[in-house]
Structure formats: C-alpha cells, structure tokens
C-alpha cells in the first residue's frame, strides 16, 4: 500500500507534467517564397516565424514586408488568436558586421522594429545571423557587436506596452558556437535561443561521405570532431557555457540529405560519395516518404536516431515519424523549452504521401504535448530534495 508521501510525490510528478505540457513552444519557418501562406495550418504551431520578407539593404536598413504580403498570415490569428507571427532576418555577414559597429543603426533598427511589429500586430523578431565571427567574410568584433544589438533591441522593445519577443537562431557545431556568442548575453536578452541542430553535414570536394544532416548521438565509431558533430553534443555544450534550458529551443529540420555514392555496395555512413544525389543533396518528407515502394533498402542508426534508404547508387537519409518523435523526446527530456521546425515548406503539406498533411510537424506536436516524458528539470528537482544527486560530467576538448 501507497505511503502517503509516496502518493504526494506521484502526484506532485503527473501535476507538474501536466502544467509543463502546456509552455512548451513549438515554433515553426514559414519560408515566404517556397509555401504560400493559404497552406498554413493555424494550429500547428505555437509561434509561425516569416522568414523571406525581411531584409537590410547596403546602408544597413530595414526593409519590411508591405501590408499585402503581411496580411494573409495575420488572418491565420483569426483562426487561432493565441498564434504567435514573427518576422526573421537573414542578414548579410558583411552588411550586418557593419551595422554591430554603429550605435546610431542599431538604434535605429531597434526603434523601427518595435514600432513597425507593434502597428502591425506582429508579436516578436528573429534574428539568423549566419554566422557572426566565423563565416569567411565576418569580423572578430562581430560577437560583442551582437550582444549590444540584443541588448539594443531588447531595450526599446521593453518600452513598448505588449510584449514583443525577441529571438536568436545560431548554428549548431560548437566552433561557431564558441567563437560567435556571448551566452551570458543571450540569457540576458533574448526571450528564446533555437539551435539550428541541423547541416551538420553536407557535400563538398572537401567531405565527399555520406553524412546524416540531424544525428542525434555519436556512434560508437565517431571519434575526435565527428564524435561532436551532433545535437547532444551541441546541446550540452552550451548548457555548460551557462545557457538557460527555458529559452533553449531544439531544431528538427523536415528534410535531409541525398548523395551518391562512389561504390554501390559501399553504402554505410561516411561511405565515399562523388556527388549530390539524383533529388539533390538537400531532399524533403516526400521525396522519402514512400522510397521502399520504390525499391530502396531501409537501415536505421539508432545514435543518429535517423534512417536512410539505398538503391544502386542513390543515398538517402531525412527525418520521418519515428526520427522526429525520438528527438523531440529528447528535447523534453533534457528539459528544453520547445521545439524549433524548419521548416513548414519540406514537411507534405498537401498529403501527397498519403499520411494526412504536415505529418511530421503533426508527430512533433503530438509528442511534445504528452505527457509521458519526465522533465529531466523535475527529476532534479525531485532528486535534490531526497539528496540523491549524480552530477552530469560534461569534457570539453
């Protein structure tokens, strides 16, 4: 029979899950040129993130999207009035290591931005800037230069009566990470961090191997730089540079990556490739929703937790509904603050694939919103109380 401290604590546990489910944010890229806004689900998506529309020019202002191109996602607020809608800037490395230079821009960015997102109904700015200090054109007094931007903008957006979210989206290895940004900072700043957990591999005369584009682990047989090139690497690293968890948000993408390989019977990860394959190297959900009808052999890494498909010389490997489900469990389990998707236009939103539309992102939020992973906060809180801690040891080379 149940103690009834045992019976407090199970239901102090199931009461806390329940509450969490419900912060968790789910936000999504909504590309402007690649999925028009009319095959938007409303309620998909806790915050829909506009990436496309906005821009700065040589001079280092802002170009905004008019009120034609803003109107059909606004009317999505009419389906769903808890819908959050924000604009993303892409920025030019070189424009934007200018503009990080100059008080008077940032000012001036900051001020238009707050009173443009206020006027139009918009609820917040992401800002994806790739990459400060490490891209081939940026410069060394890009990463200071983007914590007074932050703490520029995070200022005159603290001024206005609603509240206007600001955002940060950075890449994922933690070279980038660990020349590009002041964590301290963006705990300070920005309402959410997503990590673009993604393109951690790629086709070039200098990778010429197959590669998964979102591994989840290393595996056994990762070792040195490719033992870190993952997310749960990428992760715990920068929760031990100090990142906050409740602004961290974890990236799925919705597509993956196809290569062809050198040798048709040489078709294990980092296998020679010569090239992209025959679908490109960057392949969405329905390019490989149905690749077994097709004649494809299907392998699955359970450290990438992703699958791939092979067929002659064609190799495939992208996100389907057990990937997105394992990593969004993970995301819950390391007590993150959500799920970050890119993006909206890779998912089969127009159900070609014969498994209802945006099944992948439809995955994703059932997942997140269930309440059958434990927190990994709560079971430290629990832990504490009963003295009970084993501290996490984190090696960073």
Not at 195 to 207: F, G, V
Request: aromatic share 12%; net charge positive; proline share 4%.
């Amino acid at each position: 029979m149940l103690s009834l401290k045992t019976l407090f604590v199970i239901i102090y546990v199931y009461g806390q899950l329940f509450d969490i489910a419900n912060t968790y944010v789910l936000t999504c890229y909504a590309p402007a040129y690649n999925l028009p806004p009319q095959k938007l689900d409303a309620k998909l998506c806790t915050h829909l993130i506009i990436i496309g529309y906005t821009y700065v020019d040589t001079d280092g202002l802002l170009l905004l999207p008019n009120s034609t191109q803003l109107q059909p996602y606004l009317d999505l607020k009419r389906v769903n009035p808890d819908l959050k809608i924000l604009l993303c800037l892409t920025p030019d490395n070189r424009i934007m290591s200018q503009i990080v230079l100059d008080d008077r821009l940032m000012e001036q960015m900051a001020n238009t931005l707050a009173l443009y997102l206020t006027r139009n109904n918009l609820d917040g700015f992401d800002i994806d800037w790739e990459f400060p200090v490490w891209s081939i054109d940026a410069k060394k007094t890009d990463k200071k230069g983007l914590t007074t931007l932050l703490k520029t903008i995070r200022k005159r957006f603290d001024e206005e009566k609603k509240k206007i979210l600001l955002m940060l989206t950075i890449g994922a290895p933690y070279t980038i990470i660990k020349k590009g940004y002041d964590i301290n900072a963006i705990n300070l700043y920005a309402d959410f961090l997503q990590i673009m957990t993604y393109d951690y591999h790629d086709y070039s005369r200098l990778e010429p191997i197959t590669g998964f584009n979102a591994p989840l682990k290393a595996a056994s047989y990762e070792y040195a730089i490719l033992a870190k090139m993952n997310s749960d690497y990428t992760v715990r690293y920068l929760i031990w540079k100090g990142l906050n968890k409740n602004i961290t948000v974890f990236g799925i993408p919705t597509y993956g990556r196809g290569y062809r390989l050198m040798f048709k019977h040489l078709h294990f990860p980092y296998a020679p490739a010569t090239g992209p394959s025959k679908y490109g190297i960057g392949i969405d959900y329905k390019t490989i929703c149905n690749l077994t009808a097709q004649g494809y052999i299907s392998y699955w890494s359970n450290a990438a937790a992703t699958g791939y498909w092979v067929k002659d010389y064609q190799w495939l490997s992208s996100e389907n509904a057990r990937s997105v489900r394992l990593k969004t469990n993970y995301a819950k389990e390391m007590g993150l603050a959500g799920v970050m998707i890119f993006g909206m236009h890779t998912d089969d939103y127009d159900n070609e694939c014969g498994t209802g539309k945006y099944p992948l992102i439809s995955a994703i939020r059932d997942t997140l919103y269930s309440n059958t992973t434990i927190k990994q906060s709560n079971i430290v809180k629990y832990q504490k109380k009963n003295k009970h801690i084993i501290k996490d040891q984190f090696i960073v080379a």
